[in-house]
């Protein structure tokens, strides 16, 4: 049954489903030295349980998603939520890093098969009219994750230990299952045959540049921000929590400025704020003032950067082939950032903290320099009202899909 008004209480469950979610995925990144001394193991160690969660996400998404596909999408949904209370539970008692790492690399399952559904999710719960506004709303979950979550996650491990912020995470999820089943409709599930083949939009002009241009910089970032801890503590006495609320901060800042000149000047804004990622890199292994500048000029470039690419890539594949083409952005964002903390690991042990920066600077110049080049399909200038772009797709009949494809 498609809602006549918002239905507030059912698109909140599933912002909050994404929001544990991306807290489940990436709270490690903050509790790394306290994880790595309860589990006896590197830190660079601790970040790889983000990177068996993201590797896990992106290959089981499309093959669960599949398998499931014909079944009812409530009792799905609250069974990942169950998976996901359980499984973070897991995490807080354990004791042994193999077993929260496979508690993780179950997570990362219940993970893809999560964002497979949401968006779709989200969609039918709401009339054709309102479907932008519904998907905004729990993805907005994402954000205050990044923004807000995770550095309160950081700071409740700081005072109660890293298993309280397991604990609470198991009790959300715990919560959302009976949220679901009390608020969010049931849709019955759909064959497995409607599923829109990939690579009619991977060849597309211009998709599989932006997907490059996602890829590099991804693993940058990710790189970086997996292990900001052992970065804050070569600057001296600066807290990771504060590090990461300076850098959720910055990330709000800078989705508001997108979000205001994104319909406008989309490729002037990714040009500027692919710069401004790479000017802040050299600077985050200085001293304690020079860290937190530079994490702020990240965060607020960065906040926008996921945006400014979801609508070149949307640009750029047309209108009919949108939903296709950001499941497979989302298989790319999980690759990258599993590529990213593996990356930044190996580097970790290899050459120390101070050389993460880096290692994610080449990384993020080559999406600048790929962007500037690429002026024809992926990321063309200003056009005026009402004329396309050279060699914009045309647009197409749409076609049923089912937002299954990839992970998030």
């Known amino acids: 049954m498609i809602a006549r008004r ?51 996400s992106c290959l089981a998404a499309i093959p669960l998603t599949a398998l499931l596909r014909g079944l009812r999408r409530r009792p799905v949904l609250a069974g990942v939520l169950a998976g996901f209370a359980l499984l973070n539970a897991v995490t807080a008692v354990s004791s042994s890093y193999a077993v929260t790492f496979a508690a993780r690399l179950l997570a990362g399952v219940m993970g893809g098969l999560l964002w497979a559904m949401l968006v779709g999710y989200a969609a039918r719960m709401v009339p054709a009219g309102r479907r932008g506004r519904a998907i905004a709303i729990v993805s907005a979950g994402i954000t205050v994750a990044l923004c807000a979550g995770i550095p ?68 940058g970032h990710q790189a970086v921000y997996t292990y900001l801890a052992p970065l804050a503590e070569l600057s001296g006495a600066v807290e990771t929590s504060v590090v990461l609320l300076v850098f959720g901060v910055g990330t709000v800042a800078g989705i508001w400025v997108v979000g205001a000149v994104i319909d406008r000047w989309l490729r002037a804004a990714l040009l500027v704020v692919l710069a401004m990622v790479a000017a802040a890199m ?18 607020a470039a960065f906040g926008g950067v996921p945006t400014l690419l979801q609508a070149a890539l949307v640009n750029a594949s047309g209108p009919a082939d949108a939903d296709v083409a950001t499941s497979m952005q989302t298989t790319v964002y999980n690759l990258g950032i599993a590529a990213g903390s593996l990356t930044g690991g190996v580097v970790l042990e290899g050459a120390g903290a101070g050389a993460l920066p880096w290692t994610a600077l080449p990384l993020v110049a080559g999406a600048l320099a790929v962007v500037v080049a690429a002026r024809r399909h ?18 197409r009949a749409p076609r049923t899909t089912d937002a299954t494809a990839g992970c998030r």
Do not use: I, N, Q
């Open 378 to 395: 992926a990321f063309p200038p200003p056009r005026p009202t009402g004329r396309a772009w050279p060699g914009a797709p045309r647009a």
């Open 6 to 56: 918002m239905p507030w209480p059912g698109l909140l469950a599933l912002f909050t489903a994404a929001f544990t979610a991306v807290m489940t995925e990436l709270l490690p990144a903050g509790l790394l030295p306290r994880m790595a001394g309860a589990l006896d193991v590197p830190e660079a160690r601790v970040g790889f349980l983000v990177t068996g969660y993201a590797v896990a």
């Open 152 to 219: 309160a996650g950081a700071a409740l491990a700081s005072a109660f230990g890293w298993r309280w912020a397991f604990g609470g995470l198991s009790v959300v999820a715990a919560v959302l299952v009976a949220w679901v089943l009390w608020k969010v409709p049931d849709f019955p599930g759909e064959a497995a045959g409607a599923r829109t083949r990939l690579r009619d939009v991977a060849v597309l002009p211009g998709v599989r540049t932006v997907l490059g241009v996602t890829v590099l910089v991804l693993v």
């Open 282 to 299: 050299p600077a985050l292994g200085g001293p304690a003032w020079v860290l937190l500048a530079a994490v702020a000029l990240w965060g």
